[in-house]
Structures are given as structure tokens and as C-alpha cells.
């Protein structure tokens, strides 16, 4: 007798235990009684009634990231590609998840492939892969909408391949091809038309230092000749007070005769005066005298 009150206390023990729910942090539990739903559960620590309650579905509040197939596509241009999709959601009611829809992942999937076809049938290829953000953001609202009813909330919608038939790949390539090349051929014709003018402005800037330089050397070489020509008529004059001052004599005068005829044999002299008795060396000297004075 002992021993079957043991085993039932034992019994109702275990069934209180088991009664005991623990919901963890982003998590709802979906609670039904007798069949119907009851109530739903948050994070916490909860009681269920035994034989009478039952958690018909645990629900993850977090943010679901889906990646479907890619879906067959039509565009407006009768053109076939495949296309697949990424969405982010959030389950942000329990009971409308649970009871809302059967299979929400496979609805949530179907109602993406629907409104993809209809986005892209009307937009033509070109359109169709120039215009992600668009499709992302049209089928966002209508996914959003649509999805309501079931206590899902979609967060975001992300065109994540778009696969053109194999024929238009090819004609892509060759046209993006062709651009590169194009392009390079005006990058090296601008290069060389860059190259052309920086050499042809520094072939002018080299003429015009090469000029510059010759410019420069003319003026100095002038300048040095009448700095020359100045020290020479200052030596001339400092020579002339020199012999006035000592008041040459007659010999003096004689020997400066003789190199006044030496200068007019050379033909250097610019001013001689000739006395009309070339052997009287003594009129020489005193018309080299009255010159000197004339100079003074």
C-alpha cells in the first residue's frame, strides 16, 4: 500500500514538473485548451494545466532570412531568365502565424515567385537589370501587405541573381567588350593628345629660354665692352693729368712723338696732327704738348 502511494506521489511530481514552462528570450509559445487556442505565451516562466492544455506551436520572434530558388521569369520583351530572391521577416504574431496560413515559409516562397512575375513582365530586359532597387522596393510593400494576415512582417526584399538565357549572356559580353576597347582606344588618343602639347610647350619654353639666354649674353657682352671703353678713356685721361702734373720736358715729349708716329703707322690713332717739318723732332714734341692741352 506504501508503496503505491510512493509511486502515485512519484507520478504527480513528474506531472507537475512537466506542467512547468520555461519560454526563452525571442520566443513565443501558442498554448491551446481542450482543441481551441487559450492564450500565447511569452519569455518566462509559465504553468500548464495537465490533460488540459497543450503548446500547439513555438514560434522564434527573431528575424527569419529566407533565400529561394530562382524562379522563371518573363520580361515585357518576351525575353526568359531566371531570378532568385532573398527575404528578410519577422513572425510579430504568434497566434496569426500559427492558425493565419498553413505553411507560411511555402506561402511566403509562392506569393514571392507570383509577384516577381507579374514586376518583371512589365519591364523589359534592359529595364529589368538596371532597376534592382525598384523590384526590391514594390515587391517589399506588396510582400508586407499580403503577408499581414499571418503575423508576419517583412522586413526587406533583395533581388540577389538575376540569370539572363545563355545567347543574351554572350551578347552582353561582347558589347561590354566592345565598350572596354572603346574606351581605351580615348584614353590613348587623349594620352597622346596630352603627350603632343606637353612636348610642343616645352619646345616653345625651351625657345624661349635658348632666346632669353642669347638676349642676356648680347647685354652683358656690351655692357663688358663699355666698361672696357670706359676704363680705357679713364686710363687715357689719368695718363694725360699724370704728364701735365709732372710737366714733361722735352724728351718726354720726344718719346711720346715717336709712339704717336707708331700709332699712325698702325693706324690706330683717331686724331693726329702732322707738323709740316716731320725732322724737327722738337716741333713733334710741342704739338703732342698743345694736343694734351686741348684734351684738357
Known sequence: MEAGIIIVVIILLGVVVSSIKIVPQAQAFVVERLGSYNQTWNN???????????IA????????VKD????????????????????????????????????????????????????IGDLELDETLTSRDIINSKMKIILDEATDPWGIKVNRVEVKNIIPPRDIQEAMEKQMRAERERREQIL???????????????EKESAILRAEAIKQQKIKE???EAEALIK???AEAEGIKILNSAKADKTVLTLKSLEAVSSLANGTATKI???SNLQNIATIGTTIKEMLKDKE
Open 222 to 224: 656690351a655692357e663688358g
Open 188 to 202: 590613348k588618343a587623349e594620352g597622346e593628345k596630352k603627350s603632343s602639347i606637353l612636348i610642343a610647350e616645352g
Open 44 to 54: 518566462g516562466l509559465h504553468f500548464l494545466i495537465p490533460f488540459v492544455d497543450r
Open 232 to 234: 680705357i678713356k679713364e
Open 57 to 64: 506551436k513555438r514560434v522564434n520572434l527573431k528575424e527569419i
Open 68 to 119: 529561394f530558388e530562382p524562379q522563371p521569369v518573363i520580361t515585357k520583351d518576351n525575353v526568359t531568365m531566371h531570378i532568385d530572391t532573398v527575404v528578410y521577416f519577422q513572425i510579430t504574431d504568434a497566434k496569426l502565424y500559427t492558425y493565419g496560413v498553413d505553411n507560411p515559409l511555402n506561402a511566403i516562397e509562392m506569393l514571392t515567385a507570383t509577384t516577381l512575375r507579374n514586376l
Open 273 to 275: 696732327i702732322v707738323p
